[in-house]
């Protein structure tokens, strides 16, 4: 009898965490459709990123045999694998922030026109900070980058900032 008991215990237990992660998946689903293309930018952003850093790190060991400061090194390529997860931890905080504050809007008869505004900035600062990364390693392969790019992508990183949007 105590056997079947904690088995239906246990049951139960499962079928709840299963629920509570289908519910924490369906809110941060709905969320994220809200600028789905702007998440999928992101991730593709993230891989180039990382790609084109591996490349430089290639190419700059060929320069530069003989350097231990030049090459591909697994603990850098886990640190920028950690950084990335850290970038979308930080977006799911500022989606979280950006629930809290509707949902408290409401409470207090504040209308909100967007739900998701805290995290738009986030995930703006972040594309920003990838492009920077991928032109940073495109000038590392040897490619021609002009000023132009180069300055227009840092003032939009620092008007984020800055908060001068």
Do not use: Q
Request: net charge negative; charged share 20%.
């Amino acid at each position: 009898m105590i056997i079947f008991m904690e088995d239906k215990i246990m049951k139960i237990k499962k079928i709840s965490e299963i629920m509570c992660a289908v519910l924490a998946g369906t809110w941060i689903v709905e969320y994220l459709m809200n600028y789905f293309g702007a998440y999928l930018l992101f991730i593709a952003l993230m891989l180039i990123d990382y790609i084109s850093g591996v490349l430089a790190s290639y190419k700059e060991a060929i320069e530069h045999p003989k350097d231990s400061n030049y090459g591909w090194s697994s603990k850098k390529g886990i640190i920028g694998i950690y950084k990335k997860v850290g970038y979308m931890l930080t977006n799911i905080v500022a989606l979280c922030l950006d629930y809290m504050l509707h949902d408290l809007s409401e409470t207090f008869g504040i209308k909100v026109s967007s739900n998701t505004w805290v995290a738009l900035v986030v995930l703006v600062w972040f594309i920003l900070n990838e492009l920077l990364s991928i032109t940073e390693n495109a000038a590392r392969l040897g490619a021609p980058i002009p000023n132009l790019l180069v300055k227009v992508l840092s003032e939009l990183k620092d008007d984020v900032d800055n908060k001068n949007l």
